[in-house]
């Protein structure tokens, strides 16, 4: 992830609303959707070994809200 913030204007001039894999700083691929970035990436590196991150401008291209359903016990 610092790899895609310290690089973001670069990465987006050269592939905005592309999917890439990045891994130790370096492009492995470039990809249309995430699922296509993670099919392809798994054949040759780890699943958790590497980012998937689509390329956009903005802090919006690199944090993430997650929600879930509240859960009630009984």
Do not use: C
């Not at 592939?15 to 995430?34: P, R, T």
């Not at 699922?35 to 590497?50: N, P, R, V």
Request: proline share 1%; hydrophobic share 45%; charged share 25%.
């Amino acid at each position: 992830m610092e790899f895609f913030r310290a690089n973001q204007d670069e990465l987006v001039a050269k592939y905005n609303g592309k999917v890439l894999a990045i891994k130790d700083g370096a492009v492995l691929g470039v990809f249309e959707s995430d699922l296509e970035a993670i099919t392809e990436t798994q054949k040759s590196h780890l699943l958790g070994t590497f980012l998937v991150r689509r390329v956009r401008a903005g802090d919006e291209a690199y944090s993430m809200t997650i929600t879930s359903p509240r859960v009630w016990a009984s």
